[in-house]
């Protein structure tokens, strides 16, 4: 099983808005709502900000949105702040209870 | 308050096996209807899911380390361990434990160890 897509870095300035998008395939986040996205600043754990496509845990700011069209999952942050720089990887259930994660986007506060 | 801590050796050497623990704290762990993970991350690189474990013992793998990988589960220690055999240098890296997914929780790791940094040398 492939690591799903993402963009290897982006960026943007103070209060604007980006995009992550994380791709798969027709087996994987096009099948099912078991997408998940994790934050990641340097030398420290993962972080949980979105779990199936949508759904914000208790504690993560509003300011982190998720969502998914076909094949393809997305995570938006607004409102960009500089804690938000990190790295961001997504993951998707892709069948035979099998787990496969996104190579990862390095985010950069300007 | 749900915490894991990872434990184990930080060298092992290659053609050896692998082992770490994860303890869990603040729950009950052996009551609770969860599933647990370890998850791996070679220095710069991204996340790989190495295999979960229901509290029930029934285990996954992923199927690119399945020959290699046992996770087993001791809910009188609060605790559950994993064990990669006949490791190369390409196994180093930071291994997390972590709850999830799927069982009471979201499909997702909610909740993520320290990680523990494990390198394969002679």
């Known amino acids: 099983q492939s690591a799903l897509t993402q963009p290897a870095s982006v960026s943007g300035s103070p209060g604007q808005s980006i995009t992550i998008s994380c791709t798969g395939t027709s087996s994987d986040i096009g099948a099912y709502n078991r997408v998940s996205w994790y934050q990641q600043h340097p030398g420290k754990a993962p972080k949980l900000i979105i779990s199936d496509v949508d759904k914000r845990p208790s504690g993560v700011s509003n300011r982190f949105s998720g969502a998914k069209s076909g094949n393809t999952a997305s995570l938006t942050i607004s409102g960009l702040q500089a804690e938000d720089e990190a790295d961001y990887y997504c993951?998707?259930?892709?069948?035979?209870?099998?787990?496969?994660f996104g190579g990862g986007t390095e985010l950069t506060v300007l | 308050q749900v915490q894991l801590q990872e434990s184990g050796p930080g060298l092992v050497k290659p053609s050896q096996t692998l082992s770490l623990t994860c303890t869990v704290s603040?729950?009950?762990?052996?009551?609770?209807?969860?599933?647990w993970s370890w998850i791996r991350q070679p220095a710069g690189k991204g996340l790989e899911w190495i295999g979960r474990?229901?509290?029930?013992?029934?285990?996954n793998y992923n199927p690119s380390l399945k020959s290699r990988v046992t996770i087993s589960i001791d809910t009188s220690r609060n605790q559950f361990s994993l064990k990669l055999s006949s490791v190369t240098a390409a196994d180093t890296a930071v291994y997390y434990c972590a709850r999830g997914p799927g069982g009471a929780t979201s499909e997702a790791f909610d909740i993520w160890g320290q990680g523990t940094m494990v390198t394969v040398s002679s």
């Open positions: 603040g729950g009950s762990f052996s009551s609770d209807y969860f599933y």
């Open positions: 993951c998707s259930f892709v069948g035979s209870v099998t787990w496969v």
């Open positions: 474990i229901y509290t029930s013992g029934v285990t």
